[in-house]
């Protein structure tokens, strides 16, 4: 059981939804909702004047105040009337981190939310009851409206939710399984609507799972362009740490540790080499790789700050009797590092590619394709286009989502962050770059083979050696799609 505090890491964000914990709010944060709930209700009691979000309209209807009476139908109208998702369903793993951040977000006690409210989207996590969302919809300005609708129809007993059923989540609708699970449909107080739908946690949620990801890969790519230095017959010096000591960037002397690491005890790289220098794709593996392990690392500090922060509005400070409407929906801190995180993965997968590239080239005693009788076999050829292609396709997603920007609201919301975009995007460049380490290492490995009897590192021929039981070595042409997938969910299965 995990306790919504203060401060939550993407570590622990990774091992709450890995490991499928439970979530609750401590005393502190049930405490601070309810308290800043009671001085909403109080100063609305004895107040008659607008209040942005609590008593107007939204957006560009902010001038029209709302009468008391109808402050719950309000709620419930905005929720439903901002439900305007569309596209690609969002996966579970974000639907339920999205719960996960919206509930962190609440529990600081500057939004009036009920505590029920809160506890009913801590229910929806604990017992895997999932608001279906749309990839499609928000403008990452005014917080991540129609996705964050959705994420909060169910609250009112509208719009469907995935169930998991037998081990599979399934579509329900979300009217039956409140009833299902005894629960009655909330009815929400003023401000709750724009409490649940404004904020950042689409964004962040798919930047806290793209982060996850990430972290993962950069030990991954390490390991596996390790083979393939092995597997090319490279030389080591260009990781010596010297070299690195006197252009100390953290990222890069990292690398250089690692590569030195992973093949220590290689008969392969201890041999005489004929070369007097390799390519950049092998001699550059510190400089590159490191430098997105150092962008890396800064965009984990910016989420990190972004998934502990209050980014609804307006935010109600109860201690200071301020209710202050302002704009920390705005997601442009967002799209900027999202941008870079895809920019800081795409070149991992594009350097990944070159040393397919190389592997495959006749050079260094490995036959051309690396089978045996090319021409007649065409053997890891077209593996290498694949690979490019989504190198090619990466180098599109990588055009920038957070420099566009377009009007809304009537032009009450006339910049906007465009986050949402650069989330999704991000997320298909995190699966394109599994899919071109897969393609390397399906070639790594089989280049390795050619080395024979000489032995690469123990670490990497125990990882090789799991690996053909899986994909077998290919001695003629045979359907190297399945090969590839193999490959991929090898890849995400292994700890290194």
């Known amino acids: 059981m995990y306790e919504i505090s203060t401060q939550i890491s993407i570590e622990e964000i990774q091992d709450i939804i890995a490991n499928n914990k439970q979530i609750k709010l401590s005393d502190d944060a049930k405490a601070r909702i309810v308290k ?10 004895n107040n008659e004047k607008p209040i942005y979000g609590i008593n107007t309209g939204f957006g560009s209807l902010h001038s029209t105040k709302i009468s008391n009476e109808n402050l719950v139908q309000l709620q419930e109208n905005l929720l439903l009337s901002h439900a305007c998702g569309t596209g690609d369903l969002v996966p579970h793993e974000i639907i339920k981190i999205m719960l996960l951040l919206k509930v962190q977000s609440l529990a600081y006690g500057h939004s009036a939310a009920q505590l029920e409210t809160v506890e009913r989207l801590i229910y929806f996590f604990n017992n895997n009851i999932l608001p279906v969302v749309f990839e499609l919809g928000s403008l990452g300005a005014s917080g991540d409206l129609a996705p964050l609708a959705h994420l909060s129809l169910p609250i009112i007993g509208e719009g469907n939710v995935w169930v998991l059923q037998k081990s599979k989540f399934e579509i329900r609708n979300a009217k039956l399984i409140e009833e299902e699970h005894k629960l009655n449909p909330i009815k929400l107080k003023s401000k709750e609507g724009l409490a649940l739908i404004n904020g950042t946690q689409f964004m962040s949620a798919y930047g806290v799972y793209c982060l996850i990801k990430a972290n993962q890969l950069l030990t991954k790519t390490d390991f596996i362009a390790s083979i393939s230095i092995d597997a090319f017959d490279c030389r080591l010096e260009p990781f010596h740490y010297l070299l690195h000591d006197v252009r100390p960037h953290k990222g890069q002397i990292n690398t250089a540790k690692n590569i030195l690491a992973n093949l220590a005890d290689s008969e392969i790289a201890k041999q005489p080499k004929v070369q007097v220098q390799d390519q950049y794709a092998f001699r550059c593996i510190p400089q590159v790789h490191g430098a997105s392990k150092d962008a890396i690392e800064h965009i984990n500090k910016i989420f990190t700050t972004e998934i502990n922060s209050v980014t609804d509005n307006p935010n109600v400070f109860a201690d200071e009797d301020l209710i202050l409407s302002g704009g920390n929906f705005h997601g442009q801190t967002l799209a900027i590092h999202l941008d870079f995180l895809a920019i800081a993965l795409a070149e991992l997968g594009s350097i990944s590619e070159r040393r397919t590239y190389q592997l495959i080239s006749g050079q260094r005693n490995l036959p051309a394709f690396l089978v045996s009788n090319p021409g007649l076999n065409s053997g890891f050829m077209i593996p290498q286009y694949t690979a490019a292609s989504i190198v090619s396709q990466n180098k ?52 390795l083979e050619f080395r024979r009897p000489l032995k690469s590192a123990s670490k990497i021929e125990t990882y090789i050696a799991a690996y053909r039981e899986k994909v ?21 299965d292994t700890i290194i």
Do not use: W
């Open 472 to 492: 077998p070595f290919v001695t003629k042409d045979r359907f190297l799609h399945d090969d590839i997938e193999n490959s991929i969910l090898f890849l995400n």
């Open 396 to 447: 599109q997603l990588c055009t920038p989502a957070s420099v566009d920007s377009i009007v809304s609201s009537n032009g009450q919301e006339d910049h906007v962050s465009m986050g949402a975009n650069a989330a999704t995007k991000c997320l298909r460049v995190v699966k394109n770059i599994e899919r071109i380490v897969a393609i390397e290492l399906l070639n790594a490995s089989q280049a």
């Open 36 to 45: 800043c709930r009671t001085y909403l209700d109080e100063k609305l009691a």
